[in-house]
């Protein structure tokens, strides 16, 4: 199932279920190495790159079980801190077992991680979080090594980055003495990771904040989690309405994470709401979308800043907008491949540097695409559901490694969309 085939140019209407988080489940998962009993975790998506984290612990002694969404996760015998290097090259998130790994036995090898085309992800903040817990860390030949007895310490990061806050977080919370972390990422996904180490015994205040304090402790301890709603794969949807137009309900969307998204699409002329429940209790998002977006200005940046893994399905909603946008990147330098493939559909945008000019038109058209990474596919699945005609992507392969069933999820919206072998 490499291709995917589309016939758009309709309204989509119908509601959806939010898959678990991509970027919130696989730090959670290389936490599980921090104790020595049986995490239970729920509402966990059935996606290539977890498949590929469950992979990596199952090479260092752990055993795992998948009942549908349910994952159970026995660390109780590692019995290797070295990740093969096939595993590494798949996953770019595989460098968070080194934290893990590294917190429980005091060593950790790897290799430099892949999985990635979007531009320069360096690991150099990982390693300096890890020397700063005073551990020696030794680069040869594309391998990583990392070893010594931790203690807490102080970490500053020059550049708030998501991994390397969740690396020094799980190195750091069985290391005696306080760390505390300066710069550190604000993603809900570092809240999730902290709700979660807090509620296996780990002592940690901050989060969401740029200073985080852990203080070590000498134990963690199993316990069950419910994985949060993906907020990446809930703005996909919601920017494929608002590109080709029509109503939907998106359950389990999870919206206090979603402030500049709903935002950005508000301005495009998208109406989204958030559904309220119990006690007040929000449910998720519901969104109407009718005539062509509205052109609007935007760059990307760490949260609470719009996300830089939404930038590709906003090229596709600004291609169609009534006037000319401008979107800046200031996350990866390669983000922007995904034009050239609008384009093919008719797009016009002009790339320079870090920041795309869309002059909006009309409507696209069917095409012959390819997606060169996973948020570029998942652009081009909203394009083509807004085009005349049909259109075919190819190399969707790097879609499954973030969506579940992308397919199923549009259907559910009415949508005329189908793998194609």
């Not at 966990?44 to 795992?64: F, H, K, N, T, W």
């Amino acid at each position: 199932m490499s291709e995917i085939r589309i016939c758009g140019y309709r309204p989509l209407s119908g509601e959806i279920n939010v898959q678990g988080s991509k970027n919130g489940v696989l730090p959670m998962l290389a936490a599980s190495l921090l104790q020595c009993g049986t995490m239970r975790f729920t509402n966990v998506p059935i996606i290539q790159d977890v498949a590929c984290m469950v992979g990596i612990l199952e090479s260092v002694g752990c055993r795992c079980r998948f009942q549908g969404s349910r994952l159970s996760i026995d660390a109780s015998r590692v019995i290797k801190t070295a990740i093969p290097q096939e595993d590494v090259k798949k996953m770019r998130s595989s460098i968070l077992v080194m934290g893990a790994l590294l917190g429980r036995t005091g060593e950790a090898a790897a290799w430099y991680p892949g999985g990635c085309s979007i531009g320069s992800r360096p690991v150099d903040l990982h390693l300096l979080a890890f020397s700063r817990l005073g551990a020696g860390v030794e680069e040869e030949e594309g391998r990583i090594r990392a070893r010594g007895r931790l203690r807490g310490g102080e970490i500053v990061f020059p550049f708030p980055s998501v991994g390397a806050t969740e690396n020094a977080l799980l190195a750091a919370v069985l290391a005696p003495g306080e760390t505390v972390i300066f710069g550190a990422a604000r993603e809900p996904e570092i809240i999730t990771l902290c709700q979660l180490l807090r509620q296996m015994g780990a002592v940690i205040a901050g989060e969401g904040t740029e200073r985080i304090q852990i203080k070590g402790v000498s134990r963690l301890y199993e316990t069950e989690y419910a994985v949060p709603g993906d907020r990446i794969a809930a703005g996909t949807y919601l920017a494929a309405v608002t590109a080709a137009g029509g109503q939907a309900v998106l359950w389990g969307a999870p919206w206090e994470s979603m402030g500049a998204v709903t935002e950005t699409l508000c301005r495009c002329g998208a109406c989204i709401e958030p559904l309220p429940g119990e006690g007040g209790r929000i449910l998720g998002a519901r969104i109407l979308m009718e005539g062509r977006p509205r052109p609007v200005r935007l760059q990307t940046g760490p949260y609470p800043e719009f996300p830089t893994d939404l930038q590709s399905p906003m090229l596709a909603v600004l291609s169609l907008a009534e006037g000319e946008s401008r979107l800046r990147e200031n996350v990866f330098e390669a983000r922007f491949k995904t034009a050239a493939e609008l384009k093919k559909m008719g797009a016009d945008i002009t790339v320079s540097g870090n920041q795309a000019v869309i002059q909006g038109k009309e409507g696209l058209s069917g095409a012959r695409v390819r997606a060169w990474d996973l948020r570029g596919g998942a652009a081009l699945v909203a394009a083509a559901l807004a085009a005349r005609g049909e259109t075919v992507i190819e190399d969707c392969i790097h879609i499954e490694r973030g969506y579940e069933d992308i397919c199923r999820d549009v259907q559910c919206l009415h949508g005329d969309i189908r793998w194609s072998a």
